[in-house]
């Protein structure tokens, strides 16, 4: 069983950058696909990013490319996503998974998730 905590939310105005983190235990974090949904209030719940186990590969919905970008650092059993010129559109709750598999962008395929974490952009 894995547990994932997401921390990083928070509340800024348009522009403005966040970093969110996800620190992982239970389970050998190397082993682990990382991805990044949100879900703003009703609405589906939507893929952000993905990080390979590794972190040498990287997937961002097309839309996304630019803005966002995730990594993570192994040794720290943490994942992160580094969002830049946010805007209203941005504001949801951000959740962190993992799964055993390849990365993937449905929700479905992933294993673990955490509880998230709110980020509000509003002037």
């Known amino acids: 069983q894995m547990h994932l905590i997401e921390s990083g939310g928070g509340l800024v105005q348009p522009g403005d950058s966040l970093r969110l983190s996800c620190a992982a235990s239970?389970?050998?974090?190397?082993?682990?696909?990382m991805g990044w949904f949100r879900q703003a209030p009703a609405k589906e719940r939507e893929f952000v990013a993905a990080i390979s186990s590794s972190g040498g590969s990287t997937y961002y919905p097309n839309i996304r490319k630019g803005r966002f970008a995730i990594s993570r650092d192994n040794a720290k059993n943490t994942v992160y996503l580094q969002m830049n010129d946010l805007i209203p559109e941005d504001t949801a709750i951000y959740y962190c998974?993992?799964?055993?598999?390849?990365?993937?962008?449905?929700?479905?395929?992933?294993?673990?998730w955490g509880q998230g974490t709110q980020v509000t952009v509003s002037s």
């Open positions: 998974a993992a799964a055993i598999n390849p990365p993937v962008t449905w929700s479905e395929g992933y294993d673990y």
């Open positions: 239970g389970e050998t974090f190397s082993d682990y696909s």
